[in-house]
């Protein structure tokens, strides 16, 4: 196996292992174990841990764009919004590519080595969207904002019936989302929560369903494909 093909075993061992422990919580022996190659040869390959997450930060942020560019290809405004939409809902289903994803962003509080080399990853990507859509920064930030809320909601394991997701229509693709504490989330359970209002039936008084989430935003919002707003 050459060291290209070794390279990319190691670095989809660091996501797994990465996403449940984060930079600081995940040795490298965990890794190689994972990876199925010695301690010194995964030194061979990247100098340290460090070099090890970005490697595998880089790996997620690449993934992204090739998927988002993949699903926009030959589309524009709305239509090319709603690819992005797509990418994300096949990307989020991955429960340790979500995670990493997470851990990327607390990593980079604390290193200014993550930070550094993922805020061009992350701007790279503001900017793909940006001119595939022909968006607005103000619509663009709608589109990542979007999307960041529901990795939280899905890294929380908040069910969809509750009131967090009342102006989200969450969907899936066929594969299913397992949230931390056992629950599976699936096509059919987002579509008949979204179908029925069993979203409205369960939140609480307090927490009556707003209207629509671009009706919120105003006009100028831009419906983003699966995750309009509760009432469209």
Same mark, same amino acid.
């Given at each position: 196996?050459?060291a290209?093909?070794r390279? &990319? ?5 660091a996501?797994? &292992? ?12 965990s ?7 010695s301690?010194?040869y995964l030194?061979?390959l990247?100098p340290d841990?460090?070099a090890?997450?970005?490697a ?11 998927a988002i ?6 589309r ?10 797509q ?11 979500l995670?990493?994803?997470?851990q ?9 080595e993550i930070?550094e ?8 990507l ?5 001119r595939r859509t022909?968006?607005?920064? &103000?619509e663009v ?6 999307g960041?809320l ?8 908040i069910?969809? &019936?509750?009131?967090?997701w009342t ?8 594969g ?6 056992s629950?599976v989330?699936?096509?059919r359970?987002?579509?008949s ?9 369960h939140a609480?008084a307090d927490h009556?369903p707003?209207?629509?989430?671009n009706?919120e935003?105003g006009d100028?919002?831009v419906p983003?494909g699966?995750w ?5």
């Amino acid at each position: 196996m050459s060291a290209d093909a070794r390279r &990319e075993i190691v670095v989809q061992a660091a996501i797994a &292992e990465f996403a449940k422990g984060g930079l600081n919580g995940t040795s490298t022996a965990s890794i190689a174990r994972r990876a199925g190659v010695s301690q010194p040869y995964l030194f061979q390959l990247y100098p340290d841990k460090k070099a090890l997450f970005q490697a595998a930060a880089a790996h997620c942020f690449a993934t992204i764009r090739q998927a988002i560019d993949t699903a926009t290809r030959d589309r524009t405004g709305d239509a090319a919004i709603d690819g992005v939409e797509q990418a994300w809902r096949g990307l989020v289903a991955d429960r340790d590519f979500l995670l990493m994803q997470m851990q990327v962003y607390v990593a980079a509080v604390d290193s200014a080595e993550i930070r550094e080399s993922v805020q061009p990853l992350w701007l790279d990507l503001w900017d793909l969207v940006r001119r595939r859509t022909g968006a607005s920064d &103000e619509e663009v930030t709608q589109v990542f904002g979007l999307g960041m809320l529901i990795n939280v909601l899905v890294a929380l394991g908040i069910p969809v &019936e509750d009131h967090c997701w009342t102006t989200i229509k969450p969907t899936t693709p066929s594969g299913t989302l397992e949230q931390t504490d056992s629950r599976v989330v699936g096509d059919r359970e987002f579509s008949s929560a979204i179908e029925d209002g069993s979203r409205r039936d369960h939140a609480p008084a307090d927490h009556a369903p707003r209207a629509s989430h671009n009706a919120e935003l105003g006009d100028g919002a831009v419906p983003i494909g699966g995750w309009h707003g509760g009432g469209s």
